[in-house]
């Protein structure tokens, strides 16, 4: 099977959603299948920026492992995706190339962090789109856009030239509008990596896939959902109990820490990781180098960071400071383990926990720029609690409120994607999907 | 005085601690560096088995307690040289700790052993720029943190030396050359302490103190108080100076590293087998061939291949032969000798055990030793050997009283030495008057 793919067409797309940071310049491709990898997945033959000003120019030798993997499995990388500087962000307009625009309606948002994924999902059907997640990137974008996206076990795809945020929260997934394609695709990028010690701990992943037969519904996760939201995720909850899958709710009391742990140690682990970036070796060096070292390295990353990785930077910078480590980072480690356990402990009983994906549908451009990033971070309340337990999570289309796209989530225990994946089948084969109307 | 060390060794590995880059032999700068040693974004560690290995037979040679389990952590400070702005290390879960090491009699506690990686290396140039060689960036280091025990600049640095020939011995760890020990050096002549980091090499360590124990003392004597404070060596200069503040008083901010995980290391250091250590050689050494302390630590701290020499001559022939040989001629052109002593123990031994079985005089086995070691023409020695004995003889026949003496302190010997060097000019090599003397005098002895 092949899919002729023309460039005109993605560069028209390109203009009108900023879906790419970089875009292939061959004029058409003769492939077994056509992919993008979110701009933070290291490419040969790409800039590798990850929304950055600082990274301009910075042009990695090698292929992150998925991109590779997907490259042998005779896939062709049309570009690199566009998203949130480093992935902070809920919205992507925390880009420094363009926002990527909803193509369900061009004045709100993608989602984010991997905005620029879920949009090319969402336009081109037969597109597999690699992602990234730290707190929700995949699955709050696919929400928005429609689509479905996955976010496997932590540990199930190398992260071997992904560009960190949070070393210990980082996955990288799948978007597109087919479910198919997430059955075709996670089982060729996932796999043991001796480059990526994390990924070196994996079972392998079940051929056959089981059936979710029972699912549960913490109660604390319905609580402060928009009402379109709920009326959509109602409906889909009768359409799950039609496919004769138990419904039932359960309390989990730690969901409500989720989101101040992760944001400590996802900030904590953020500005080690930025600490790198300061005008030497690769990226933005257009510094005065009269000036002493430390004094060069603040004027580079003065200049070329965004308000939010800064943000973010002093956030945790500051959490894990002698005298605050204990108040914040370890106890922040410590709430991630109670959230663990309880998880494994509905496990016991369902295969699955379902939840909406987002609080709301995707918000306006105006309203996100008059959000503060408090409010921002709280959306991220249902997608953040598997994601620091680094459990699995799946994102379906599940309905329509104002026109914009519902989703509902899907979270199984550790290394059960296969639940997740034929969750995402049936899922599509009992509910009706629109695909947003794009006109070249 | 109290002094406490932090001894940074490199550890021997072929590639580096995080990426398969070797760790020896680069022709140029910056030609052993990969994306990984470099921190280039998308890059992570992967760590080299072989490092924690090397650590953990350190650990347990110093009799440390060695947990369950061990990770790394992120150091986190901003230095050109340091690739990632964070070094791997370990914080929270050392590799050992509470470990003690015997000064002699005298136990020197110690705190901690850690692995880290070692960052790049900052060359100055003259124009107030500097150059950086990444090499060194991710080459494996065992850090060995010490209690403040030990009470001289002179015996912190005998620590050292004796720590650093356990060392060198129990891992293989090469001399040369390019892995050079470096120390943060702790102490305080009073009640407050001054650290000078990155001190290279045993000299630089016990001048180094030397200096602060004066600095201190002067400090105290003259009625003012001693800073808490990080310190430099200027090694041309030979003395300390105050660090830039902002350069050490950084808050590290260490968080654990996720991307290398977890490991459990009680079993791995379970089935660590330690060779003898060379200072327990030398307690055996003792007791078994009935050696003095000094010859039997001086045959180790030359080499411990010269230790194992000395046993297989034993083997063939007796304590006493073993020894006169040891410490006369093979000391004499050992350095010549080692480079090449796997190839030559074999026809070493043989001549003398040779001479052991009388085929040959005490002067023929030491022209076939000295051309064996040295690959010189033999005929040229006897000539000049012959000569060189004959006037050792006759000093010592004049002069019966040395022998007595020499029973007594071997440093006897250098009358004779001094004496034979004035007559004979520069006729002769400093090495074989000393070899041609011991060895003459032990025979009479």
Known sequence: MSSRFSLKDLEKLNSRYSIFTSLTSEKEVDAEFVFSAKDNLASKDFETRAGSKILEGYAP???????????????????KTNMDEFGFGTFSTNSAYGIPKNPFDLNRSCGGSSGGAACIAAIIE???????????????????????????????????????????????????????????????????????????????????????????????AIEGISKGVMESFRSALDVLKSMSIDVEYVNMPSLKYAIPAYYVIATSEASTNLARYCGMRYGQQDGDLALKFDDYFSSIRSKYFGDEAKRRILLGTF?????????????????????????????????????????????????????????????????????????????????????????????????NEDLLLSAATEWEKAFDIRHPEVKL | MRIGLEVHVQLPTKSKMFCSCPTTGADAPNTHICPTCLGMPGSRPS??????????????????????????????????????????????????????????KKPIRITRVHLEEDPGKTKRIGDGSSLIDYNRSGIPLVEIVTEPDLSSPAEARQFLSELLTEIRYTIDLPEDGERSV???????????????????????????????????????????????????????????????????????????????????????????????????????????????????????????????????????SDTQTAKTWITGTISAYWKEFEPTAEEKTKDLISIISEFYVKKITDTECNIKLKALMTGKDPAEITETSSDLDKLINSFLDENQSILADYRKNDKAANRIIGSVMKQTGGKYSSADIVAATKRLIDIRL
């Not at chain 2, 350190?58 to 340091?82: G, H, N, Q, V």
């Not at chain 2, 791997?88 to 090491?101: A, S, V």
């Open chain 1, 126 to 220: 037969d597109h597999v789109a690699l992602g990234v997640s730290t707190g929700g990137s995949i699955v709050c974008p696919a929400s928005f856009c429609g689509v479905f996206g996955i976010s496997p076990t932590y540990g199930r795809v190398s992260r071997y030239g992904l560009v960190d945020y949070g070393n210990s929260l980082d996955k990288v997934g799948i978007l597109s509008a087919k479910a198919a394609n997430l059955t075709k695709y996670l089982p060729i990028i996932a796999g043991k990596d001796p480059k990526d010690p994390t990924s070196c701990v994996q079972p392998e992943m079940r051929k056959n896939l089981r059936k979710i037969k029972s699912v549960a519904i913490p109660k604390e």
């Open chain 1, 61 to 79: 030798g090698f292929d992150a492992t998925p991109i590779k993997k997907m490259r042998k499995a005779g896939g062709f990388l049309a570009g």
């Open chain 2, 47 to 104: 760590l080299n088995k072989k490092a924690l290995e090397l650590g953990l037979t350190i650990a347990k040679m110093l009799k440390c307690t060695i947990p369950e389990t061990t990770w790394f952590s992120r150091k986190t400070y901003f230095y050109p040289d340091l690739c990632k702005h964070f070094q791997i290390t370990q914080y929270d879960t050392p590799i050992g700790e509470k470990g003690i090491y015997y000064l002699g």
């Open chain 2, 182 to 316: 470096r120390c943060d050096c702790n102490i305080s002549v009073g009640t407050e302490r001054c650290e000078v980091k990155n001190v290279t090499g045993l000299k630089n360590v016990e001048r180094c103190l030397t200096f602060e124990a004066i600095r201190q003392t002067k400090v105290l004597k003259a009625g003012k108080t001693i800073e808490r404070e990080t310190r430099h060596f200027d090694e041309e200069r030979k003395v300390t100076m105050p660090a830039r503040k902002k350069e050490f008083e950084a808050d590290y901010g260490y968080i654990g590293e996720p991307d290398l995980g977890i490991f459990h290391i009680a079993s791995i250091a379970e089935n660590i087998k330690l060779r003898e250590s060379p200072l327990n050689m030398a307690v055996r050494f003792q007791k078994d061939y009935e050696l003095d302390e000094k010859t039997a630590k001086q045959i180790i701290t030359t080499s411990m291949k010269m230790a194992e020499l000395f046993e297989k001559i034993v083997k063939i």
């Open chain 1, 319 to 415: 959490t894990r400071m002698v005298g605050y480590a204990d108040r914040y980072y370890n106890k922040a480690l410590q709430v991630r383990e109670i959230i663990i356990v309880e998880y494994k402990n509905i496990f016991k009983t369902h295969d699955a926990i379902v939840t909406p994906t987002m609080p709301f549908v995707s918000p306006r451009f105006d309203e996100i720029s008059k959000m503060s990033a408090l409010q921002s971070y709280k959306a991220d309340f249902l997608t953040v609690p598997p994601n620091i337990s680094g459990t699995p999570h799946l994102s379906v289309p599940c309905g329509y409120s104002d026109g914009m796209p519902v989703g509902m989530q899907f979270i199984a225990d550790h290394w």
